[in-house]
């Protein structure tokens, strides 16, 4: 039987990433898959996107970040931060699987129409690592 080549589910990796990067800043933000009810003041939604699989051990995987706040400027700083985390994340020797990452589409105002809360988007492409198996 031929080797196979798994890479990490992307929304568990990127949630526990920004999770984990939010927190050692002392940000208080939740970090989901899901919006949560009754939805915190502060939240990111992590969303896969898409990709592809077109080298060995390496996939490109799409994600959108949505971040809501209760006032505008303040997820707008949200979203950038999101943002620069990842775009940092291929340099940070505590995250191997992430080796590149792109920018699809910086931050940008995209209010909640559900809500009316403020909430800032960014959709960032990464490079990840697979595993052998």
Not at 54 to 74: F, G, N
Not at 96 to 121: F, L, M, S
Request: proline share 8%; charged share 25%; net charge neutral.
């Amino acid at each position: 039987m031929s080797e196979l080549v798994v890479y990490p589910a992307i929304e568990a990796l990127i949630v526990a990433y920004l999770s984990t990067r939010l927190a050692a800043r002392t940000d208080r933000a939740v970090v989901a898959t899901q919006v949560p009810n009754p939805r915190p003041d502060r939240l990111v939604r992590v969303s896969a996107a898409g990709g592809g699989d077109d080298r060995l051990i390496l996939a490109s995987r799409m994600v959108i970040i949505e971040c809501w706040d209760s006032r505008e400027p303040d997820a707008a700083q949200l979203a950038e931060l999101c943002h620069a985390l990842l775009l940092g994340a291929p340099r940070d020797p505590h995250e191997p699987r992430i080796r590149a990452a792109v920018t699809v589409g910086a931050p940008v105002n995209h209010a909640d129409p559900d809500t009316r809360h403020p909430r800032y988007q960014t959709t960032v492409s990464l490079d990840v690592r697979g595993q052998l198996t």
